[in-house]
């Protein structure tokens, strides 16, 4: 992962957790869609390379 990549992925990934709940608590059923997002940015905003942005995988329910 690049140093550059890890805050941008962050951010948008946290933001959109803690945007859809509705108290101050993440809500984790989320992360496949914020990482989704987080990525989406990278690769159409950044547009950053296949290899930058193919290591971001969700692994879970």
């Not at 547009?47 to 969700?58: A, Y």
């Amino acid at each position: 992962m690049h140093d550059e990549d890890g805050p941008e992925v962050v951010d948008v990934f946290y933001n959109h957790l803690f945007k859809t709940s509705p108290e101050s608590h993440p809500d984790s059923t989320k992360a496949a869609e914020a990482l989704h997002l987080a990525v989406n940015k990278l690769r159409t905003e950044k547009k950053v390379s296949f290899q930058r942005w193919v290591p971001f995988i969700h692994l879970g329910l």
